[in-house]
């Protein structure tokens, strides 16, 4: 298998940052990332090691395709900062709430 792309490997640091945080824990966190990381689903239809298309043939990286993929990741933290700010207000409105 190839080595982890950099981008790959910084979105990566960047979930486990906020796994601490968010409601679920960061074993959820951890769980759920590194199984998107080393999911069977992105193997080939025929069972060999180049996720949809991110290593070329010659071992090289298709940028444009782990770039994609990258993006989307991206957008999954920050959904994960706003249910973590969400998390954070719901507790203070129970503990400082208006009575």
Do not use: S
Not at 16 to 43: E, H, M, S
Not at 85 to 91: A, G, N, P, T
Request: charged share 35%.
């Amino acid at each position: 298998m190839p080595p982890i792309h950099p981008l790959v490997r910084d979105l990566y640091k960047r979930a486990i940052t906020l796994g601490p945080d968010y409601p679920l824990g960061l074993p959820y966190v951890r769980k759920v990332w590194k199984g998107a990381l080393t999911n069977d689903r992105f193997k080939g239809f025929h069972g060999d090691e180049d996720p949809v298309g991110f290593v070329r043939e010659g071992g090289e990286w298709n940028e444009k395709a782990i770039r994609l993929a990258v993006a989307r990741g991206r957008y999954f933290l920050r959904e994960m900062v706003g249910v973590i700010k969400l998390k954070k207000y719901r507790e203070m409105k129970k503990r400082y709430g208006q009575e």
